[in-house]
């Protein structure tokens, strides 16, 4: 069965710094492009950031734009989001998604992993 | 950056009725905008890419239509498993967005 898992959510300070990881299965990782896309508790659904195949092509969307950093391990079968700098506005689940290669449709998504960023 | 302007906010229609939730972009994009469903703790899950291709075993009551900056998600004869909150996403740009959603709740 094709499935992403997250993991490395945590309650975390503002300031702080926290590491998610998305472990794949059920599909080889280096074959897709993969996102990182949160959603703040009562809220919608926000793009974080895109990774392409060869890990060469990176895009960010401005909220977190030089302070989170997608990143790759196909050797792991699995994708990665450092997060510094966390703010109180960072609070919420984060969800990896894969790319269906369509329309960059996300067909595959995680069951996501809470962030709380509070002191 | 593209925004994705989805109204309206919520519904409340019945069982059978057809409902239709519109995306306008602020700039044309083609027909790259995809559908989402979202059931309260949980994923969203894929619809409809390419604005009218229906992903996978999603019912054929659902429909998606349009180009350039009017898109429109249609479900024609609505179930009780079909409450939940859809979002639309264009993807023309790698700088994805998400309508706000469009929160459905079946009388």
């Known amino acids: 069965e094709v499935a992403l898992v997250e993991s490395g959510g945590d309650l975390v300070q503002p300031g702080g710094s926290l590491s998610l990881s998305c472990e794949a299965s059920?599909?080889?990782?280096?074959?897709?492009?993969m996102n990182w896309v949160r959603q703040a508790p009562g809220r919608g659904l926000e793009w974080l950031s895109y990774i392409d195949r060869s890990g060469d092509n990176i895009h960010y969307g401005d909220s977190v734009q030089g302070r989170f950093t997608i990143s790759r391990d196909d050797a792991k079968n699995s994708l990665h989001l450092q997060m510094n700098s966390l703010r109180g506005d960072d609070t919420a689940v984060y969800y990896c998604a894969r790319d269906l290669g369509k329309s960059s449709a996300f067909d595959v998504w995680g069951q996501g992993t809470m962030v709380t960023v509070s002191s | 950056d593209i925004q994705m302007t989805q109204f309206p906010s919520s519904l409340s229609p019945s069982v059978g009725d057809r409902v239709t939730i519109t995306c306008r972009a602020s700039q044309s994009i083609s027909t790259y905008v995809n559908w989402y469903q979202q059931k309260p703790g949980k994923a969203p899950k894929i619809l409809i890419y390419?604005?009218?291709i229906l992903h996978g075993a999603v019912p054929s009551r659902f429909s998606g239509s349009g180009s350039g900056t009017e898109f429109t998600l249609t479900i024609s004869s609505l179930q009780p498993e079909d409450s939940a909150t859809y979002y639309c996403q264009q993807s023309y740009i790698t700088k994805y967005t998400f309508g706000q959603g469009t929160n459905l709740e079946i009388k």
């Open positions: 390419a604005s009218s």
């Open positions: 059920g599909f080889i990782l280096r074959n897709y492009e």
